[in-house]
């Protein structure tokens, strides 16, 4: 049995990695948080420890550390995005390999040091990847890498998610800690590209702000149209009043079906990372590479048949 600690337990992931943890057949230990409502640990694991300050659940950990039957195995990352890389390094100079949600980091830059500090404690850092672990995708994935001849799909990504008016409130509506809207509800869905199609070999942005961004992305045999929205008033009009979210990927004008088989991929990323095939700062650095770009972009006009369709209808 492994032992976990968790840092960012209020967040709307961890309770997946509390439950992953406890349906792999570990313990989570102890806690951390800033915010006190984490009253989602009784029902997985009420003995675990909870701090409210990160010194004292630092302490905690460290004195574990001293008796090997004590000491922690891995620490899991939930905390705001902004945060990642302190509390990736805090786990690893603890001794533990670490866990931690996407976006893994912001910059290349960042994931350099990560593996600095990796080589420095012998410890290593895992991203969730989740979507690696669809069947869907693994099956698109299986198809295109069989094609004999050079092909570049024509894919469409649109993922529409409402958010109210808390989101802007939270540190999630500021750039500074969430990196923004592409980096913040899209890095899993451009890693998901990265993974079935390739290398990406260019990036342009047509639209980019607080609540949306699209563009284009043109992969080693795709080219595809994004477009990224947290704003319910650009949901179609058969979705709008019946449902907040809005996921459509099109392959060659061909609907991808993969709404379904979401509920358990925490639980099947924790598997594959403790029997060793967890995804590491290597296979997450495409993705963090990717965003970073996107970020960086100047936004340039649309060419050709490059634009989202979404694009025409923008409530700006």
């Known amino acids: 049995m492994k032992r976990f600690a968790l840092i960012g337990a209020a967040g709307y992931i961890a309770p997946r990695h509390m439950r992953a943890i406890k349906d792999t057949g570990h313990e989570l230990v102890s806690a951390y948080d800033i915010n006190d409502s ?82 420095e404690t012998g410890r290593q850092v895992y991203n969730i990847l989740q979507l690696r672990h669809h069947q869907a995708i693994i099956k698109l994935k299986d198809e295109v890498s069989r094609e004999f001849l050079e092909h570049k799909h024509d894919v469409e990504l649109t993922y529409i998610t409402s958010r109210g008016k808390w989101y802007m409130e939270s540190w999630k509506g500021d750039p500074r800690k969430s990196y923004g809207v592409a980096t913040n509800i899209g890095v899993h869905f451009y890693d998901m590209l990265h993974f079935i199609f390739g290398k990406l070999q260019r990036s342009v942005v047509h639209f980019n702000s607080e609540y949306k961004a699209a563009g284009y992305l043109e992969y080693e045999k795709a080219r595809v149209r994004w477009f990224l929205s947290i704003d319910a008033n650009d949901l179609p009009e058969a979705v709008k009043g019946k449902k907040p979210t809005y996921r459509s990927i099109t392959v060659d004008a061909e609907e991808m079906e993969f709404s379904e088989g979401f509920t358990d991929l925490h639980t099947v990323s924790y598997e594959e990372i403790l029997a060793g095939r967890g995804y590491g700062l290597e296979d997450a650095r495409h993705c963090v590479e990717t965003v970073e770009s996107i970020r960086s972009s100047m936004i340039c006009s649309v060419r050709d048949d ?10 700006r």
């Open 306 to 315: 490059e634009g989202h369709p979404f694009l025409q209808n923008l409530n």
């Open 38 to 119: 984490v009253g989602i640990i009784d029902s997985i694991s009420p003995q675990s420890e909870f701090f409210t300050e990160f010194e004292r659940f630092y302490e905690h950990a460290w004195n574990l550390k001293r008796d090997p039957a004590q000491a922690l195995n891995y620490v899991a990352v939930c905390s705001p995005n902004y945060l990642h890389k302190a509390h990736i390094a805090a786990g690893l100079r603890l001794g533990c390999d670490v866990i931690c949600e996407k976006p893994l980091v912001p910059t290349s830059e960042c994931l350099d040091e990560l593996v600095l500090i990796e080589q």
